[in-house]
Each structure stands twice: as C-alpha cells, then as structure tokens.
C-alpha cells in the first residue's frame, strides 16, 4: 500500500495486546515521522477516548 500526507501506520501494534509489531514500511521519499508510545496511546486515549475508537475503524477499513 501507498500511504499519503497525514496517512497513519503501525496502529495495530497499539491496539493489540502484546503490542506485537505486524508492518514493515519503506518510504519511497525523504519522510518526517512522529513516533508514538504505547504509553503516550493510552495517555491519549484516557484524554480522547474516540481517538481510540477512530483508530480500530482504520484498521478495520485496512483489514477488509
């Protein structure tokens, strides 16, 4: 898959329990990245609980 500006990956790792890491991704470009601990997800989630929720519908739509 090609990902866009703005586009997210690695979700799955912070919605599974384990946090078991299923993607490997290549840029085709020079790329800035933010980086996302399992710590700061679930920081995020406590403040936002639909941010959680919008990320499960991601992966669903990726899983189809």
């Known amino acids: 898959a090609t990902l866009g500006i703005g586009k997210n990956f690695g979700e799955m790792a912070l ?3 384990g946090n078991v890491r299923t993607a490997t ?3 085709a470009t020079d790329i800035s990245v933010a980086i ?3 710590q700061d997800f679930t920081q995020i989630c406590e403040v936002y609980p639909t941010f959680k929720m919008r990320m499960a519908e ?3 739509k ?3």
Request: no cysteine.
């Open 58 to 60: 991601v992966v669903a």
């Open 15 to 17: 919605l599974q329990e």
């Open 25 to 27: 991704v290549q840029a």
């Open 62 to 64: 990726r899983n189809k």
């Open 36 to 38: 996302m601990s399992t």
